[in-house]
């Protein structure tokens, strides 16, 4: 019986959940370099043949060209390439690669985190390793038949996925090529299945899902600790042979760098795995496509492939009655889902708001580990200081899928428009923490708290709120052998693709990336200052900046430039229209977490409101009537990149002035889009 888990537990879980999304790749499977280091040699081996193989480039081809893999960057342009593809034969080859991507599903955080989902690590549920051991072993027998049976059985989901609907849109969905290939990857991993010379004796079970599912200790103690897949497995790491001459753990970072000297035995047998696996899938969706529109050649019971899974991932010990019968659960599709809901929230001091709001999920493979909420909100609120207002707000919120059923996250940004008894004005605010959770396939509960930061007037508060949504959109679910159909057809096609030689490596050179940006700088109160008026600067702009290489690839050292338009409120009624100039560096030290050093910002513009009175503000310059800002300095700050979104707290401006710190900011907050 598999294992209840319980909201509560999940909450007890936040901190290693959050430090492991964003500090550190997980380390639940074959370490994701071990995945592209292994898919990289399958694809070297079927372009170039090695060990007695012949080449077969037809096979990454065809596949590429249906779209069940990613096109490499240089693939299908046609006549009149890029400037960088006409070129990269000779000084960019690995533009014509295919870029190794099936360390992705790694990062696919609604399954690590649920019990169901580690078929996709070829991995048992929680509720096989409570059953009675195999007769003279400590081994619960369901890790050794039904785990196996439901994890073939997922197997030939994606097969069908893959041969059947086929195209960009099943690669997209999360039920790809991409995923088949790490299952089967990870089944050569000790860390998570124990091979014997008949084939897979039993699955392992990631070790946090028992304290996830809050399984009492009596229950614990009844699963071995052999059968475990640790936290940090260092099992996970042998993709490679350790030391020797070729020194093979230095190269994994650039996996087609590694050669095939490198693999460890049980690496070596991915490899093949992967390359017998790209070919029957490619041959199988060649009979599909040849087949009468409508035919259904039901892949997964085709000779071909039952040849793979005897060859690969034969079960030692027979499974017996119900045993066989298991399956692997259907799974909701990623996608884009609607919800309309209500929301209560109460902060201090004494403000209390009740409204209506309406979100847009969006969650996708490419968009890993998190999914992004966007959210529009109409409600009342009250002010203990004013009375009764009117509120309207436009939000962006961040979640982590816990399972299957919860998120954890915060709203990183929420604009707010507030009106009525107070008179108006606008907050950019940021919500820490929230937590969802899916009561029903149509309803979500969610819980908001417990603070709440205003970056318009500086100040943080105590809040709590809750909130009831109802799902305006079903969710397609795929499994149990049913079909989510794709209309995407490849875009680039190339039939005489065979990539040059290449000097085995990384990339080069870098490509620019453009980011849309709001936000806005904190002031303290000026002298002279006009009640209910909001001072500082608010911010819209662009940033390009030098950060990601041609497969997406992040640097750690990023130069950056930004363009931005805004209004800055110094003192009294006067006001500024400004342009700023920013040239600066961020370097993420700490994989999303970086420092961001604005080496130059010039901000200038002239005065557009309070024009007859004087202003003594710091940058202010001119006559009376005349006046002009311009300002010179630095900023130092923190980045944090979530996926497209990029978070940017700075410091006051450092004034290239004989008083530097005169600027009366105190701190600056942006957020942005990556377009």
Not at 36 to 51: C, D, P, Q, S
Not at 183 to 205: K, N, W
């Amino acid at each position: 019986m598999k294992a209840p888990q319980h909201p509560s537990a999940f909450g007890t879980s936040l901190l290693s959940i959050v430090a492991a999304s964003c500090f550190a790749s997980p380390a639940f499977a074959w370490e994701s370099k071990g995945h592209t280091v292994i898919e990289a040699l399958a694809y070297r081996t079927l372009v170039e043949g090695h060990g007695g193989a012949p080449p077969r480039p037809v096979v990454l081809r065809d596949l590429i060209n249906d779209g069940a893999l990613a096109p490499p960057w240089c693939f299908g342009r046609g006549d009149d390439p890029p400037s960088d593809c006409r070129s990269a034969p000779d000084t960019n080859p690995l533009l014509f690669w295919p870029q190794p991507e099936t360390d992705r599903p790694d990062a696919f955080f609604r399954r690590q985190f649920s019990d169901s989902g580690q078929c996709f690590h070829y991995m048992g549920p929680l509720g096989d390793a409570l059953t009675s051991p195999l007769p003279g072993t400590s081994v619960p027998r369901g890790l050794a038949t039904s785990s196996v049976v439901r994890c073939n059985d997922l197997l030939d989901d994606l097969l069908r996925q893959v041969v059947v609907d086929g195209g960009p849109g099943a690669r997209r969905s999360g039920f790809g090529l991409y995923e088949m290939m790490h299952i089967v990857e990870d089944s050569f991993s000790g860390a998570h299945t124990q091979r014997a010379p008949g084939g897979v004796d039993y699955l392992r079970v990631w070790k946090p899902i028992e304290k996830i599912a809050g399984l009492s200790t009596e229950r614990e103690r009844q699963i071995p600790d052999e059968v475990f897949h640790k936290a940090d497995d260092h099992r996970d790491k042998t993709y490679v042979v350790e030391g020797g001459a070729e020194a093979c753990e230095t190269r994994v970072d650039h996996p087609y760098d590694v050669p095939y000297s490198c693999l460890s035995e049980e690496g070596d047998l991915a490899r093949q795995a992967i390359v017998e696996l790209l070919v029957a899938v490619r041959d199988l969706r060649v009979g599909q496509l040849a087949a009468p529109p409508g035919t259904d050649t039901h892949p997964e019971t085709s000779p071909a492939w039952r040849q793979y899974r005897a060859r690969w991932l034969t079960a030692v010990h027979r499974c017996e009655g119900a045993e066989c019968d298991v399956r692997e659960p259907p799974e909701a599709a990623p996608g884009r889902y609607a919800f309309l809901g209500v929301d209560t929230r109460l902060s201090t001091p004494g403000t209390y708001d009740v409204g209506v709001r309406g979100t847009v999920l969006r969650y996708a493979e490419d968009l890993n580990p998190f999914v992004y909420a966007m959210s529009a909100s109409l409600g009342y609120e009250y002010q203990r200081a004013s009375g009764n207002n009117g509120y309207v707000g436009l939000g962006l919120g961040l979640l982590l899928p816990v399972g299957l059923k919860a998120f954890i996250g915060l709203t990183p940004a929420e604009l707010r428009i507030v009106y009525g008894a107070s008179g108006g004005s606008l907050e950019i605010v940021t919500r820490l923490l929230r937590f969802d959770y899916a009561v029903s396939q149509d309803v979500g509960l969610s819980v908001e708290g417990p603070l709440v930061v205003n970056w318009v007037q500086p100040a943080v508060h105590w809040s709590l709120g809750v909130g009831v949504s109802y799902g305006l959109s079903s969710p397609h679910f795929v499994g149990g052998h049913s079909l989510v159909r794709h209309d995407e057809t490849a875009g680039r096609r190339d039939d005489e693709w065979v990539p040059p030689p290449a000097p085995y490596g990384r990339l080069e050179g870098r490509r620019a990336t453009f980011l849309a940006f709001v936000g806005g700088t904190a002031t303290t109160t000026p002298d002279p200052a006009v009640e209910g008026r909001t001072y500082g600067y608010a911010v819209l702009g662009a940033e390009v900046g030098w950060g990601r290489d041609r497969w997406g690839g992040r640097f750690a050292f990023t130069p950056v430039v930004s363009l931005a338009a805004g209004m800055r409120n110094t003192s009294g009624e006067s006001s500024y229209v400004t342009g700023t100039l920013g040239l600066g560096v961020r370097w993420y030290f700490l994989g999303p977490l970086g420092l961001s050093v604005t080496a130059v910002r010039v901000e200038g513009g002239a005065k557009v409101r309070g024009k007859s009175e004087v202003d003594g503000s710091s940058g202010v310059h001119g006559p009376a009537g005349s006046e002009y800002y311009l300002l010179a300095g630095s900023r130092i700050g923190l980045a944090l990149r979530l996926g497209i979104v990029d978070l940017l707290v700075e410091s006051p401006t450092i004034a290239w002035t004989s008083d530097p710190f005169g600027t009366n900011e105190i701190l600056g907050f942006r957020i942005g889009i990556e377009l």
